[in-house]
């Protein structure tokens, strides 16, 4: 007997589109070295797996350096790796890795003897959301999601970060004791070694008119957090 119901919403820890970076200094300061992965799960990965099917060698080049540069805003890309690309890898969720190194000088700034290195835009742009009229619909997302980021940044030699506090974020929703979306970051320092942990997540299709206010806190700390300049002083 045929019914209708709701399809069960999937686990929103099952799509994902995370990102490692590992960032340092070339040897006259003046460029930064960036090495990174982003790990795309789920439905996060499903509008790029078609790339490696039906698009010919040189468009799949061209679009691994368009969704590489994103963490730099550099077409300096070199060392591109792909992995788990078939689109049956969708139905084990093996993640697509698309990695890759980056020579960028745009994210430095000189001021004085300060070195100012603009570490928020390593996540990539950010949509920001302003709205001078009432909301009048709820919100709803394609699907659940996470985005995971990790960035490690080598602090350059005689230096220290003066700033490593504005790194933190803690923009959290809750229904009860249960979390509904946040963006949350934190950071630690191991000797010359400044690590970034960044959690987001969505874990919903659809949040009520009365949660939107929340959800535009969170979309706007990502995009704050995109603007974080680090500030480096000699020691």
């Given at each position: 007997?045929?019914v ?10 099952e ?5 490692e ?5 070339n040897?006259s300061?003046d ?5 990174s992965?982003?790990?795309?799960k789920?439905?996060?990965?499903s ?10 060698q ?10 590489i540069?994103?963490?730099a ?6 060392n591109i790796r ?8 969708y139905f084990?969720?093996?993640?697509l890795?698309?990695a ?10 000189r001021?004085?003897?300060k ?7 390593i996540i ?5 959301m ?7 619909l709820?919100?709803?997302?394609d ?5 995971e980021?990790k960035?490690?940044f ?12 504005d790194?933190?974020?803690d ?8 979390v509904?979306?946040?963006f ?10 400044l ?13 009520p ?10 979309i ?12 480096l002083?000699?020691?």
């Amino acid at each position: 007997v045929p019914v209708f119901n709701e399809v069960k919403m999937e686990p929103w820890e099952e799509h994902a589109m995370n990102m490692e970076a590992t960032v340092r200094f070339n040897g006259s300061l003046d460029t930064l070295y960036i090495s990174s992965r982003q790990i795309l799960k789920g439905w996060g990965a499903s509008a790029y797996r078609p790339i490696y099917t039906f698009l010919p060698q040189d468009k799949q080049q061209e679009a691994n350096i368009e969704i590489i540069r994103t963490v730099a805003n550099s077409s300096d890309v070199s060392n591109i790796r792909v992995e788990n690309t078939a689109l049956t890898d969708y139905f084990s969720n093996k993640p697509l890795v698309i990695a890759g190194d980056i020579r960028s000088s745009s994210l430095i700034e000189r001021a004085g003897n300060k070195i100012l290195v603009k570490i928020g835009e390593i996540i990539g742009p950010q949509e920001e959301m302003y709205q001078e009229k009432p909301r009048q619909l709820p919100v709803e997302l394609d699907f659940p999601h996470m985005l995971e980021r990790k960035i490690v940044f080598k602090i350059p030699y005689g230096y220290r970060v003066k700033n490593p506090g504005d790194l933190n974020f803690d923009i959290t929703h809750k229904r009860g004791q249960q979390v509904t979306m946040g963006f949350e970051s934190s950071y630690s320092i191991e000797g010359d070694l400044l690590t970034v942990i960044i959690r987001e997540s969505y874990r919903e299709m659809q949040y009520p008119l009365s949660a939107f206010e929340d959800f535009k806190n969170v979309i706007n700390a990502a995009a704050d957090f995109n603007k974080v300049v680090l500030v480096l002083e000699k020691e």
